[in-house]
């Protein structure tokens, strides 16, 4: 059974990985703001996992003709801040601002996954959730804070830091599961995975 990872994240596939799986890659091009609009009243939990599963759904219906019987994992990662979701800052200004509102204080890393198994093309059966971590976050000096944004790491990621890059050095620490903060549980994935029929031990490669 193929594993299909609905993500362009170099970080889940390297935690996907480094825990002996090898998923083939197809990246998933969804609308995140305006269906993210679409459900205003949604929790945050739930949000994100809405997102996770759009980008599940968009890419087993594209394999379905050519992996008609995979599993496609879709993730999707979001910092909540004071109440607020906050995703890829996108350019550096508000990635600075960012890292000013988070500085020593303590957010949450909140991630959506789905899990889609496919039978003879079509979408057989479903299961999603949500994990959230606690980060703790240090307060960079300036000069710290030029230099981090200068590598554009954090414009691109999800609450605009890491823990397995240059930002790790600037989280004090964490309070729950570390892959989810990466991008995908592995403790969540492992039970979705059962939910819909497979032990992840059949998905372990065989080198």
């Known amino acids: 059974m193929r594993l299909v990872l609905a993500s362009a994240s170099p970080a889940r596939l390297g935690v996907l990985r480094a825990a002996g799986l090898d998923p083939l890659v197809e990246v998933a091009d969804v609308d995140e703001p305006a269906l993210l609009a679409a459900s205003p009243d949604a929790g945050h939990g739930a949000k994100v996992t809405a997102l996770a599963g759009a980008k599940a759904t968009t890419v087993a219906r594209r394999i379905a003709d050519t992996h008609p019987d995979a599993l496609v994992v ?29 500085a020593g204080r303590t957010g949450e890393l909140v991630t959506g996954h789905a899990v889609l198994r496919l039978h003879d093309g079509s979408i057989n059966q479903v299961a999603e959730g949500h994990a959230v971590t606690a980060v703790r976050f240090a307060r960079p000096s300036d000069a710290e804070l030029e230099a981090y944004l200068a590598t554009d790491e954090p414009l691109a990621v999800a609450g605009a830091f890491t823990l397995d890059g240059f930002g790790g050095w600037f989280v004090e620490g964490i309070d729950g599961d570390p892959s989810n903060v990466i991008g995908i549980s592995l403790p969540l994935l492992r039970r979705l995975l059962s939910a819909v029929g497979v032990s992840v031990t059949e998905l372990w490669r065989r080198d």
């Open 74 to 102: 879709g993730c999707d990662s979001m910092l909540l801040l004071e109440g607020e979701l906050q995703g890829k800052p996108g350019d550096p200004d508000t990635a600075r601002r960012r890292w000013r509102a988070m």
